[in-house]
């Protein structure tokens, strides 16, 4: 979940204005959280308190944390649906799925508890196929990376669930990827490939970037399965940069105190710590 903060602050200068090279600062001036952090914190408080069966619940949290922190980039539909009286999905298969999904591959204790909490924290918007399957493979690849699975097992899983991934390379995505459509089955590939050519948790990071497009939320994808897979190269001063770019406590919605609780699980329940 850290990993998805990181991803997405660092790639938020870079939404819209891509930089194509790994040399480049992590975090400057303008580096802020978006849409992808503030319902990655949702998602985490949703498996922090328990919710994950109670659809109601798991609907009033994303809702009271996209109207504590409105303006922070959400797509045309889900902002709707956030603002709206209305409770049901709308067949989304965006990319919002994926990139907040990630608590669920740290809370959820076997592989199967790891699909039903993806799934529920899911289909409550994003019902469509493809959004459901983006955010249980972006789970599933951070449960996987916790729990000791090389990047040989994780490669042949998302493989068989985004075959198009062998086809990758990084060259040719550095120099001709751009912002296309925000949905999992333009995002997923791509992230989940820049995971697995990297060699650290930063290399990561700085991969996804460098490649372009919607690089905040490729990043908060490819960053949250990084964290689990290089599970001690995460140093504190990445910490502080995120922790002092947070939102700022505002009704009901505490993202230190979600932040705090998650690393306190980490380090006592969450893999290989």
């Known amino acids: 979940m850290l990993g998805a903060l990181i991803g997405d602050i660092v790639g938020s200068i870079y939404e819209f204005n891509n930089i194509k090279t790994k040399d480049f600062p992590l975090f400057s001036e303008g580096s802020r959280y978006t849409d992808d952090s503030v319902m990655t914190l949702a998602v985490a408080e949703i498996c922090q308190n328990g919710y994950i069966n109670d659809k109601e619940k798991i609907i009033d949290t994303l809702k009271k944390w996209g109207h504590a922190y409105p303006n922070a980039g959400y797509g045309a539909k889900f902002i709707h649906w956030l603002f709206s009286n209305n409770r049901l999905p709308y067949n989304s298969c965006g990319n919002g799925s994926a990139m907040r999904v990630s608590a669920c591959g740290w809370y959820g204790k076997t592989e199967k508890e790891v699909i039903d909490y ?21 789970a599933l690849c951070i ?25 990758l390379d990084y060259e040719d ?31 990561c990071i700085r991969t996804t970037i460098s490649i372009g497009g919607d690089c905040d939320t490729t990043a908060a994808i490819s960053g949250a399965i ?22 700022q406590p505002k009704d009901g919605c505490d993202a230190y105190e979600v932040l705090d609780k998650f690393l306190c699980y980490k380090n006592l329940e969450g893999g290989r710590w």
């Open 226 to 247: 990084a964290e689990a897979y290089y599970y001690k190269d995460i140093n504190n001063v990445l910490l502080y940069q995120v922790q002092k770019r947070m939102p």
């Open 118 to 138: 993806a799934t529920k924290v899911t289909e409550v918007t994003h019902n469509h196929p493809e959004g459901i399957k983006g955010a249980i493979v972006t």
């Open 173 to 203: 995505l550095r120099c001709t990827y751009v912002h296309g459509p925000e949905i999992c089955q333009v995002t997923l590939p791509q992230a989940l490939y820049c995971f697995l050519i990297s060699n650290s948790f930063e290399d």
């Open 143 to 167: 449960f996987y990376a916790r729990t000791g699975k090389s990047k040989e097992f994780i490669r042949d899983y998302v493989e068989r669930e985004y075959p198009e991934i062998k086809k």
